[in-house]
């Protein structure tokens, strides 16, 4: 099916808002820079808050479908796919272009907990603790909450540490530490 010019347009901000960042990005550089008029923007967005916000959605829904993916791909069970997350990650830190993570940004320029930008970056991050909630679980880890939640620090760590570059692997580092955690966690 071929894409709307709506979904044209939400693939070719995202690709200049992870490039630029979102309050860097005005209008005329999204016109510059998707080849797509004002007008037409505004036709199927009201507002430069919208586009973002259909942005994030596209991108949530690309990313967990990779990371999902590779780490069944790269783990047989779901304690081997929790450790999985960290290679996954190193790839994606390899991708030439890597700029870090889009909703950490984005909550970072709409800090405003209420704001729905930072709302959608968060239910962003919910939705991957809910995964791995549901990984632990099934592995039969203690604290699978507790467990989620460190395992997803080290990860928001490392995609940091890797975006600033100062030290050689982050991912595989953060992998050392959630092996280290997911010994303290079998019952």
């Known amino acids: 099916m071929r894409p709307t010019k709506r979904d044209e347009l939400v693939q070719k901000a995202l690709k200049v808002f992870y ?4 309050n860097a990005t005005g209008m005329d550089k999204l016109v510059a820079k998707t080849g797509i008029s004002k007008t037409s923007m505004y036709k199927h967005f009201r ?3 919208d586009l973002i916000i259909a942005v994030l959605r596209l ?3 690309h990313f967990r479908n990779w990371l999902y993916r590779r780490m069944e791909e790269l783990g047989e069970t779901p304690e081997e796919q929790l450790i999985a997350m960290f290679d996954a990650l ?3 830190f390899a991708e030439a272009g890597y700029k870090g993570c889009m909703f950490i ?3 970072s320029e709409f800090q405003d907990a209420s704001h729905p930008i930072h709302k959608q970056s968060a239910d962003h991050k919910r939705m991957l603790e809910t995964h791995m909630i549901g990984l632990a679980e099934k592995a039969e880890l203690a604290n699978p909450e507790v467990l989620a939640r460190q395992l997803l620090l080290l990860k928001e760590g490392a995609i940091v540490t ?3 570059g100062h030290t050689d692997n982050p991912a595989q580092d953060a992998k050392l530490a959630a ?3 997911l010994d303290m966690h079998r019952q």
Not at 19 to 22: A, D, E, R, S, W
């Open 105 to 107: 940004k984005a909550s």
């Open 47 to 49: 507002t430069k808050d």
């Open 179 to 181: 092996a280290q955690l």
């Open 19 to 22: 490039q630029n960042g979102f």
């Open 162 to 164: 890797a975006h600033l």
């Open 90 to 92: 190193e790839e994606w």
């Open 59 to 61: 991108r949530d829904e």
